[in-house]
């Protein structure tokens, strides 16, 4: 994969966590990537601290890597100068600001296209950039809050909770990330770039997709269920002697399969269970059945037997499990990038392969303004102007 | 977006949500996708009901529009010769298969690339298609089990809660879909084809790289918070009058004193536990109490428009039904009606990207079993005899 966007240049006007993924994914993919930062403090994420990591927030080093940092102010008319020549010769630019405010400085799609008609500018917004809430502010618990992921996740004796990883800026990134390969291959062709745009709301509503469809077909509104999942059964834990099991059976051989490992094949000719049909609607008495048989059993032992019977089964893994795990370092999901200043660092590799190669990690994420120089440098700017800028605090 | 990947064919015999999410958005895309289906009972995911809505599972119909389902038995040779046939002259291919099963059946890469150099091939599995776990077969839950997941979702006091939505399977969709871009953006240049993998296991890790590296950086692992994050308070759900809860979010010191006082409690926000975030963190539920003795006074329809005024980010938790209602989600053109043949009140979830103002380029319903088995095999060279003979030997439906 690192050869496919080689040669292509991306300015990262981002911040935060859904921006910078997007870019950060460019970059993965062999772009050249530009992250434009405030001079001084530069992305807030820097900040997000404690967790950190040799003094940088994790969530920022999670979603930074491949990157080089340039000292802007975009306030300063200067430093809306420098993007707009930077955009000149970009392929990309990807921003995060509220709609309005680009335009505002003249760094608009409208803009930035009369220069440059190949380019491909990315907008990333909370709501949306028309309508009564486009510039309201967003954050993912707050969208899935809105967007009704909150009220099917958690128990129903319980508030609504929070998907506890970032579903929504991690989505949003992704989706901004392919509309940004659909652009790119649609300008093989015609030679024009154009304008991508997603947010956190429509990201919600899609990752709601199937949520939606129950109500619209059926007026099923769906509930905070735990772990079940609401259109198939068994698919939810099972108490184990030591903590408890995931188990899933997708259709009537692997159902067959976990009542096999469970030393109860009678219950797949049963007919309150003989069908995922009526499996779903006698749930909790089929719940009662094959929990009688976990119980008696350690979640390893569970896991061993269904694995031989070819069932599906997890046991209910915490982080530092999964950073242990064999299969998940057997994929060579996490891998170390060092850098000067990150001794020791690991990060968390792509899940997709293109001819068995990941993502190409080059560089890990770059101190603030490590790359002022060297890209106005080569947007044509004398070491003396650069002085000057620096002096004015406009680059940093 | 219309037409970016027309004249673009897909061969789909995936099932379940991830692959046939991945073949969907190729088909917003304006790619051509044939959904390869057992005769007779087709994709597992029609079964997965009830909910159901014209006798087809809703999970079903939100992942398979934009696709023509034709029947193929993959276990009979000559069914694996009529996806030869097929993929003769697609560009991409998608399945959800056991690692080595299309293998066994003559459907593998290396196979297909001899017929077809450009074709672009995507391999979904649960685990990887390599390590000791390959062979295991992978679902959303246990995935969201495995991959840690559930152990940071839902409230301490309870066991370990799903995430609702199916963020394994429709992330591995959308991953696959990122790749098979890539590739088809390579094989623009190089004219060559190749091989995508994604796997259930891997997109769970990708969702959880923030939580690993608080882990890797040598912090605790992560707990459950119910609607709560670790580092910022208040940053949850709160009771309210009546039903419903509202997510309040004040992520600094100003935005707290603003929603204290929108709250009627200016003193709290001076008062030495409360007055900074890190104090807020360590006095976590104190806070949460006082806070929520005022939020229940009011609904929190109520509610909203008197924490905007204070510009506190806020958001009542909504249920599919509301989500529905609004009308920013209904005009802004994320939900759409079919047209056409459709039954009227049949509409889908559009894509949550746009490239120059617009989404998916057609929308064409998801497809009755096997309603299109004729002619894609006519499509591709099969004579009416050699269709009838298939169809008596039940290798197509």
Same mark, same amino acid.
């Given at each position: 994969?690192?050869?496919?966007?080689?040669?292509?240049?991306?300015?990262?006007?981002?911040?935060?966590?859904?921006?910078?993924?997007? $870019?950060?994914?460019?970059?993965?993919?062999?772009?050249?990537?530009?992250?434009?930062?405030?001079?001084?403090? !530069?992305?807030?994420?820097?900040?997000?601290?404690?967790?950190?990591?040799?003094?940088? !927030?994790?969530?920022?080093?999670?979603?930074?890597?491949?990157?080089?940092?340039?000292?802007?102010?975009?306030?300063?008319?200067?430093?809306?100068?420098?993007?707009?020549?930077?955009?000149?010769?970009?392929?990309?630019?990807?921003?995060?600001?509220?709609?309005?405010?680009?335009?505002?400085?003249?760094?608009?799609?409208?803009?930035?296209?009369?220069?440059?008609?190949?380019?491909?500018?990315?907008?990333?917004?909370?709501?949306?950039?028309?309508?009564?809430? #486009?510039?309201?502010? !967003?954050?993912?618990?707050?969208?899935?809050?809105?967007?009704?992921?909150?009220?099917?996740?958690?128990?129903?004796?319980?508030?609504?909770?929070?998907?506890?990883?970032?579903?929504?800026?991690?989505?949003?990134?992704?989706?901004?990330?392919? !509309?940004?390969?659909?652009?790119?291959?649609?300008?093989?062709?015609?030679?024009?770039?154009?304008?991508?745009?997603?947010?956190?709301?429509?990201?919600?509503?899609?990752?709601?997709?199937?949520?939606?469809?129950?109500?619209?077909?059926?007026?099923?509104?769906?509930?905070?269920?735990?772990?079940?999942?609401?259109?198939?059964?068994?698919?939810?834990?099972?108490?184990?002697?030591?903590?408890?099991?995931?188990?899933?059976?997708?259709?009537?051989?692997?159902?067959?399969?976990?009542?096999? #490992?469970?030393?109860?094949?009678?219950? $797949?000719?049963?007919?309150?269970?003989?069908?995922?049909?009526?499996?779903?609607?006698?749930?909790?008495?089929?719940?009662?059945?094959?929990?009688?048989?976990?119980?008696?059993?350690?979640?390893?032992?569970?896991?061993?037997?269904?694995?031989?019977?070819? $069932?599906?089964?997890?046991?209910?893994?915490?982080?530092?499990?999964?950073?242990?795990?064999?299969?998940?370092?057997?994929?060579?999901?996490?891998?170390?990038?060092?850098?000067?200043?990150?001794?020791?660092?690991?990060?968390?590799?792509?899940?997709?392969?293109?001819?068995?190669?990941?993502?190409?990690?080059?560089?890990?994420?770059?101190?603030?303004?490590?790359?002022?120089?060297?890209?106005?440098?080569? $947007?044509?700017?004398?070491?003396?102007?650069?002085?000057?800028?620096?002096?004015?605090?406009?680059?940093? | 977006?219309?037409?970016? @990947?027309?004249?673009?064919?897909?061969?789909?015999?995936?099932?379940?949500?991830?692959?046939?999410?991945?073949?969907?958005?190729?088909?917003?895309?304006?790619?051509?996708?044939?959904?390869?289906?057992?005769?007779?009972?087709?994709?597992?995911?029609?079964?997965?009901?009830? &909910?159901?809505?014209?006798?087809?599972?809703?999970?079903?119909?939100?992942? /398979?529009? /934009?696709?023509?389902?034709?029947?193929?038995?993959?276990?009979?040779?000559?069914?694996?010769?009529?996806?030869?046939?097929?993929?003769?002259?697609?560009?991409?291919?998608?399945?959800?298969?056991?690692?080595?099963?299309?293998?066994?059946?003559?459907?593998?890469?290396?196979?297909?690339?001899?017929? /077809?150099?450009?074709?672009? *091939?995507?391999?979904?599995?649960?685990?990887?298609?390599?390590?000791?776990?390959?062979?295991?077969? +992978? *679902?959303? &839950?246990?995935?969201?089990?495995?991959?840690?997941?559930?152990?940071?979702?839902?409230?301490?006091?309870?066991? &370990?809660?799903?995430?609702?939505?199916?963020?394994?399977?429709?992330?591995?969709?959308?991953?696959?879909?990122?790749?098979?871009?890539?590739?088809?953006?390579?094989?623009?240049?190089?004219?060559? +084809?190749?091989?995508?993998? =994604?796997?259930?296991?891997?997109?769970?890790?990708?969702?959880?790289?923030?939580?690993?590296?608080?882990?890797?950086?040598?912090?605790?692992?992560?707990?459950?918070?119910?609607?709560?994050?670790?580092?910022?308070?208040?940053?949850?759900?709160?009771?309210?009058?009546?039903?419903?809860?509202?997510?309040?979010?004040?992520?600094?010191?100003? @935005?707290?004193?603003?929603?204290?006082?929108?709250?009627?409690?200016?003193?709290?926000?001076?008062? &030495?536990?409360? /007055?900074?975030?890190?104090?807020?963190?360590?006095?976590?539920?104190? @806070?949460?109490?006082?806070?929520?003795?005022?939020?229940?006074?009011?609904?929190?329809?109520?509610?909203?428009?008197?924490?905007?005024?204070?510009?506190? =980010?806020? %958001?009542?938790?909504?249920?599919?039904?509301?989500?529905?209602?609004?009308?920013?989600?209904?005009?802004?053109?994320?939900?759409?009606?079919? +047209?056409?043949?459709?039954?009227?009140?049949?509409?889908?979830?559009?894509?949550?990207?746009?490239?120059?103002?617009?989404?998916?380029?057609?929308?064409?319903?998801?497809?009755?079993?096997?309603?299109?088995?004729?002619?894609?095999? %006519?499509?591709?060279?099969?004579?009416?005899?050699?269709?009838?003979?298939?169809?008596?030997?039940?290798?197509?439906?």
């Amino acid at each position: 994969m690192p050869d496919i966007l080689k040669g292509v240049t991306v300015l990262d006007l981002t911040q935060n966590i859904a921006g910078p993924f997007c $870019a950060q994914l460019l970059g993965d993919f062999g772009a050249e990537v530009f992250k434009v930062e405030r001079p001084g403090s !530069g992305d807030d994420a820097r900040k997000w601290t404690p967790p950190a990591w040799h003094g940088v !927030g994790t969530a920022f080093l999670a979603v930074n890597r491949n990157k080089k940092s340039v000292g802007v102010d975009l306030n300063a008319p200067e430093g809306q100068e420098i993007i707009r020549r930077l955009a000149g010769k970009a392929d990309v630019l990807v921003h995060s600001t509220r709609p309005g405010s680009l335009e505002s400085r003249g760094l608009g799609y409208d803009h930035l296209k009369a220069a440059n008609p190949g380019l491909v500018y990315c907008a990333i917004s909370a709501f949306g950039e028309s309508g009564p809430l #486009a510039r309201d502010p !967003g954050y993912d618990p707050l969208i899935q809050a809105f967007t009704g992921i909150m009220s099917v996740t958690g128990h129903p004796d319980r508030p609504p909770a929070r998907v506890g990883v970032s579903i929504i800026d991690m989505g949003t990134g992704l989706w901004a990330f392919s !509309g940004v390969l659909a652009a790119l291959y649609r300008r093989r062709e015609t030679g024009q770039g154009g304008k991508v745009a997603t947010s956190l709301m429509e990201t919600g509503v899609n990752w709601m997709s199937i949520f939606l469809a129950h109500y619209m077909g059926a007026e099923h509104i769906g509930a905070r269920m735990g772990d079940v999942t609401p259109m198939t059964s068994p698919y939810e834990s099972f108490k184990t002697q030591d903590g408890a099991v995931l188990i899933t059976a997708a259709n009537d051989n692997l159902f067959t399969n976990v009542c096999r #490992a469970l030393g109860v094949p009678e219950l $797949a000719q049963d007919s309150r269970f003989n069908s995922n049909n009526q499996r779903v609607v006698n749930r909790p008495e089929l719940h009662v059945l094959l929990e009688a048989r976990t119980s008696r059993i350690t979640s390893d032992e569970c896991v061993a037997l269904m694995r031989q019977a070819g $069932a599906p089964c997890s046991t209910i893994n915490t982080v530092d499990a999964v950073y242990r795990n064999e299969q998940v370092n057997a994929m060579g999901m996490i891998r170390p990038l060092a850098a000067p200043h990150l001794p020791d660092f690991k990060t968390v590799d792509l899940p997709v392969s293109i001819d068995g190669e990941k993502a190409f990690l080059r560089e890990a994420p770059p101190a603030l303004g490590t790359h002022t120089d060297e890209v106005l440098g080569r $947007a044509g700017y004398s070491a003396d102007e650069i002085v000057a800028l620096r002096a004015r605090k406009v680059v940093g | 977006m219309s037409g970016i @990947l027309d004249g673009i064919t897909v061969i789909d015999p995936s099932l379940n949500i991830a692959g046939p999410y991945c073949t969907q958005v190729l088909g917003d895309f304006g790619a051509r996708v044939i959904k390869i289906e057992r005769p007779g009972s087709g994709d597992d995911s029609r079964k997965w009901r009830p &909910p159901e809505w014209h006798g087809e599972s809703t999970g079903f119909l939100a992942t /398979n529009r /934009n696709k023509q389902s034709i029947c193929v038995d993959l276990d009979q040779p000559a069914g694996q010769e009529v996806v030869k046939r097929l993929v003769r002259d697609a560009d991409v291919l998608v399945h959800a298969m056991k690692p080595g099963s299309m293998e066994a059946r003559g459907l593998g890469y290396d196979e297909l690339a001899i017929l /077809n150099p450009r074709l672009v *091939y995507c391999a979904i599995s649960g685990f990887g298609e390599t390590g000791p776990w390959a062979a295991k077969p +992978g *679902y959303d &839950p246990v995935i969201q089990a495995y991959s840690g997941i559930m152990s940071v979702t839902g409230y301490p006091d309870r066991p &370990p809660a799903r995430s609702g939505v199916p963020v394994i399977d429709m992330g591995t969709g959308l991953w696959a879909v990122i790749g098979i871009l890539g590739a088809l953006l390579r094989r623009a240049q190089t004219g060559q +084809g190749g091989r995508v993998g =994604a796997s259930l296991m891997d997109t769970g890790i990708a969702w959880m790289a923030i939580h690993l590296l608080t882990v890797l950086a040598g912090g605790k692992p992560p707990q459950r918070l119910g609607s709560g994050v670790e580092i910022v308070v208040p940053h949850q759900a709160f009771r309210t009058a009546g039903e419903g809860w509202i997510l309040i979010a004040a992520p600094n010191d100003r @935005l707290f004193q603003a929603l204290c006082e929108a709250l009627e409690m200016p003193e709290v926000a001076r008062d &030495p536990r409360f /007055n900074a975030n890190s104090q807020r963190v360590r006095h976590r539920e104190a @806070l949460i109490a006082l806070l929520e003795q005022r939020t229940l006074a009011r609904t929190a329809e109520a509610w909203v428009p008197v924490l905007e005024r204070a510009g506190v =980010a806020c %958001a009542p938790i909504r249920t599919a039904d509301q989500v529905l209602a609004d009308p920013l989600v209904t005009a802004g053109g994320m939900l759409v009606g079919l +047209g056409g043949a459709a039954p009227p009140d049949l509409r889908l979830i559009n894509l949550p990207v746009m490239i120059d103002g617009q989404r998916a380029g057609r929308l064409d319903p998801p497809p009755k079993l096997g309603a299109h088995t004729d002619v894609v095999l %006519a499509g591709a060279g099969y004579s009416i005899e050699e269709v009838a003979a298939l169809r008596a030997a039940k290798v197509i439906g």
